[in-house]
């Protein structure tokens, strides 16, 4: 079974300065990753995923991540935040694409403060 | 991107009745549909997975009988809350895949049960 740690329940960062949200995983066979943003009393939008090619993943909104197979590491970076960017973020993951159900980190909170 | 919508968006029901959550895939077939659970301030926990017109497979401790799952078409599944109780009172989100959609699922805007 595969399995899911974000480290940081909370990340405080000032509007415009760079933020990272950890993100590890467990596995034992290939994994497909994804991140998604949630916004208050809504569901899940997808900012990007990683299947396979590249392990620099460019999603919407100025975010990125990085797939690292040897430290078993997803982590999700934007260069400069906005207020707007207060949100919940959720790193899942999957083994098995023809299930496909994903497992889900326990989210980071990022605060952007004026 | 794909669109899954829910409804309703939110449900106060009285303790012992039976509430019905609809997930709908609106632009593409959805041959997969997931329900999760949601407590506040807290991740989402994978209920159960649903193929068009099979059984869906719970996750254990999930009780079958008190959730029901419907998947009877390629545009809609259905959970349903039987005998409601207050511990039951969560936030329902749904997501949904196919193969015309890339391998990705898509979310629905979930659904928040008060059960009173």
């Known amino acids: 079974a595969q399995s899911v740690t974000q480290l940081d329940s909370q990340v405080p960062v000032f509007e415009e300065a760079p933020v990272e949200l950890r993100c590890n995983y467990s596995s034992s066979v290939s994994v497909y990753l994804f991140w998604y943003v949630q916004y208050p009393n809504q569901g899940l939008q997808l900012l990007l995923k990683?299947?396979?090619?590249?392990?620099l993943v460019k999603g919407i909104n100025g975010f990125e991540a990085e797939f690292n197979k040897s430290q078993t590491s997803f982590h999700l970076r934007k260069p400069s935040v906005h207020i707007s960017d207060t949100a919940e973020y959720f790193c899942?993951?999957?083994?098995?694409?023809?299930?496909?159900?994903?497992?889900f980190g326990s989210g980071t909170r990022l605060q952007v403060q004026p | 991107g794909a669109v899954v919508s829910q409804h309703p968006s939110r449900v106060i029901c009285k303790s012992g009745t039976s509430v019905k959550i609809e997930c709908r895939s609106l632009d593409f077939q959805a041959t997969t549909m997931f329900w999760y659970r949601q407590f506040p301030k807290k991740s989402l926990m994978l209920m159960a997975t649903?193929?068009?017109?099979?059984?869906?497979?719970?996750e254990q401790g999930v009780e079958k009988d008190k959730f029901l799952i419907n998947h009877a078409s390629l545009t809609l599944s259905t959970l349903t809350v039987t005998s409601a109780h207050p511990e039951d009172s969560s936030f329902y989100i749904c997501s949904a895949t196919g193969t015309s959609v890339q391998e990705t699922q898509y979310f629905g805007p979930g659904t928040r049960l008060l059960v009173l």
């Open positions: 990683y299947l396979s090619g590249s392990t």
């Open positions: 899942a993951v999957t083994t098995d694409m023809g299930r496909r159900a994903l497992t």
């Open positions: 649903s193929n068009e017109g099979s059984k869906a497979t719970y």
